[in-house]
């Protein structure tokens, strides 16, 4: 009956020229009939662990990690799905699947071969616990533990340039030689980032490098600004300092998270003419933080628009700033 429903609709939209239309419903049912390529349920509450092991590397190597992508979660509770911007499956195009078992994209690009269950609807695929890359400092001893920054990116759909950009960003961050961090960059295919799956992305590295715990740090832009309030609101004791830069606006306001993440030290920027993210409501979030005695530096990035993240990324008192902080112990 459901498919005989379907089949109907998309006679109806075909025939009037609706093509995404006829896609959006399509997605809608899929989700009652299909399922997504990731089967063990995640915890909401609990941190959720993987049996699935890491690629070998050794120390300086940047490497894939998976492991994540075989669980399952729950939208969170007010976050917008992708319908509401018709966000399309990008990660279906050749040459931008983020499964890739390698962390080369462009000319280097290795397309994953999936053997996908017969139920798989490959479109639901955000459901899914993120997959990242990471990047293992240089001479890294295993009997010393090491700062790790998360990086949120920006934007809601990927294209090859997207992570050609992201792949030369990481390159720009400023890393101390006498401080060296590890690095990991997930990568979301949903609108807003979801805190339950950074929660077990770092658990994940945990498991599996010597992270100093007291020093974890968590930064992103534009998506991923905004994406660095939202996770770390709900993870506040886990971050000893964050980092938004150009926090978009949409698909709701952030000026609600300030209270959750009063207690950790940021250091925030924004340009004064980004026509893409909003600065006035950045300027609003600094006085919110103010007001909450938080400790905040503001900095507005003058005529650069909705860019110059590399400027601000390779600048070592920024980076400096951000490690220099560490996680009071209860």
Not at 124 to 140: A, D, F, H, I, T
Not at 192 to 209: F, G, H, T, V, Y
Not at 285 to 293: H, Q, W, Y
């Amino acid at each position: 009956m459901v498919k005989l429903h379907l089949y109907y609709l998309s006679f109806l939209f075909f025939f009037i020229g609706c093509d995404e239309e006829i896609e959006i419903i399509k997605a809608q049912q899929e989700q009652i009939i299909l399922c997504p390529p990731c089967e063990i349920d995640a915890s909401k509450d609990q941190i959720n662990s993987v049996t699935k092991p890491w690629p070998d590397f050794k120390a300086g190597d940047l490497i894939k990690i998976n492991s994540l992508t075989q669980l399952k979660y729950e939208q969170p509770i007010g976050a917008y799905p992708n319908s509401h911007w018709n966000i399309k499956p990008w990660w279906k195009n050749r040459g931008t699947d983020p499964w890739s078992e390698y962390p080369y994209w462009g000319d280097n690009y290795v397309q994953p071969k999936h053997n996908f269950k017969s139920c798989v609807n490959d479109n639901l695929r955000w459901m899914c616990g993120y997959s990242y890359s990471l990047q293992v400092p240089e001479n890294y001893d295993e009997n010393k533990s090491y700062p790790l920054i998360v990086f949120l990116h920006g934007g809601i759909y990927f294209d090859v340039n997207s992570f050609n950009y992201y792949d030369h960003l990481k390159d720009d961050f400023y890393n101390p030689e006498d401080d060296p961090y590890i690095y990991a960059a997930p990568i979301k295919l949903e609108i807003d980032w979801d805190p339950n799956k950074i929660r077990d992305l770092i658990q994940n590295i945990k498991k599996n490098l010597n992270v100093d715990f007291q020093r974890i740090y968590l930064t992103g832009l534009s998506m991923g600004g905004r994406g660095t309030f939202i996770v770390a609101s709900k993870l506040s004791e886990t971050f000893a300092a964050i980092m938004p830069l150009s926090p978009h606006h949409q698909p709701y306001s952030y000026l609600s998270l300030a209270e959750s993440v009063k207690d950790i030290p940021i250091w925030m920027s924004h340009s004064d003419v980004d026509l893409i993210s909003s600065y006035d409501m950045a300027k609003q979030m600094e006085k919110r933080l103010i007001d909450l005695d938080a400790n905040i530096l503001f900095r507005t990035e003058i005529g650069v628009g909705h860019s110059g993240w590399e400027r601000i990324y390779s600048d070592s008192y920024v980076i400096k700033w951000l490690l220099s902080w560490k996680k009071e112990t209860k």
